[in-house]
C-alpha cells in the first residue's frame, strides 16, 4: 500500500538557520498537507497547497514558512529562520480531494 | 470558534473491558468527523470517519449533532488497541483538520 514518506526522520538546527523539510506524497494525490504538533500539544494545521499553490493556511504559517513542490513528486516545507519555538513534529499529508488525509511518519524538528 | 474537546487525557481498561472515548467540538454547520491513531513509533492513521459509517477493529463513533459530540466506542477492548486516539474535525469550506489534544488509551492485560 502506498505512504506518505518523510525526510529526515530527525533535523537538529541551530537558531535562525534555514531548514527543508522533504515529503513524498502518494503519487496520485492531488492534495498535500503540512501540520505539526509541539510536545504536549495538539496536531495544528499549517498549510494546505493544490494545483502548485497554497489554498490554505494557518496564522503560524507566517512570512518565515514555504511550501514547494519542486519537481512533481517531492512536497517541501522551508522554514528560513529557525526559532526555538519552531521544535515541534512536523507532518506531511496527502490526498484526493476531500477524501481521508493519509500522513507521513513526521520530521522532529530541534531548534537549539 | 472551531474547537474539538477530548477532556480525557489518558483512559485505562482492562482487556474485554468496554472503552468510550469521548470528543465533543462546536461549529454550527454540517461537520466531518474523524478518529485517528497512532500507535507507538507509528503514523498517524484514519480508523474512521462518520461518513463513511464503518465499524474498525470492532471501533464505532455515531455522530450526535445535538450534543456535537462523536465519541469513540468499542465493546471489548484489546491490548493491541492500546494508542493515542485523536479526534478531528473539517468543516464543509475547507480541507484543513482541526484536531483534539487526544486520548491515551491503555489497556492492561
Known amino acids: 500500500e502506498p505512504e506518505v514518506t518523510q525526510t529526515p526522520s530527525h533535523q537538529v538546527t541551530q537558531m535562525g538557520q534555514e531548514v527543508i523539510l522533504r515529503c513524498v506524497p502518494i503519487?496520485?494525490?492531488?492534495?498535500f498537507y503540512w501540520y505539526r504538533q509541539i510536545l504536549g500539544q495538539k496536531v495544528e494545521f499549517l498549510v494546505s497547497f493544490y494545483n502548485n499553490e497554497i489554498s490554505e493556511k494557518s496564522e503560524i504559517f507566517d512570512d518565515q514558512f514555504s511550501v514547494e513542490r519542486p519537481d512533481g513528486s517531492n512536497f517541501t516545507l522551508k522554514i528560513r529562520s529557525t526559532k526555538l519555538e519552531d521544535s515541534a513534529m512536523y507532518f506531511c499529508?496527502?490526498?484526493?480531494?476531500?477524501?481521508?488525509?493519509?500522513f507521513g511518519p513526521g520530521t522532529r524538528l530541534l531548534v537549539l | 470558534a472551531q474547537r474539538v474537546t477530548q477532556p480525557e487525557k489518558l483512559l485505562s481498561v482492562f482487556k474485554g473491558a468496554p472503552v468510550e472515548l469521548k470528543c465533543n467540538y462546536s461549529?454550527?454547520?454540517?461537520?466531518?468527523l474523524f478518529w485517528y491513531v497512532q500507535y507507538s513509533r507509528q503514523r498517524l492513521q484514519l480508523l474512521l470517519r462518520h461518513i463513511s459509517r464503518e465499524s474498525i477493529k470492532g471501533f464505532t463513533a455515531d455522530l450526535n449533532k445535538g450534543e456535537t459530540s462523536f465519541h469513540l466506542k468499542k465493546p471489548f477492548a484489546q491490548e493491541e488497541d492500546s494508542a493515542m486516539y485523536y479526534c478531528a474535525f473539517r468543516s464543509y469550506n475547507t480541507d484543513k483538520l482541526i484536531f483534539g489534544t487526544g486520548t491515551r488509551l491503555q489497556v492492561f492485560p
Open positions: 499529508a496527502s490526498s484526493k480531494k476531500t477524501e481521508t488525509q493519509y
Open positions: 503519487s496520485n494525490h492531488l492534495y
Open positions: 461549529y454550527s454547520g454540517s461537520p466531518e
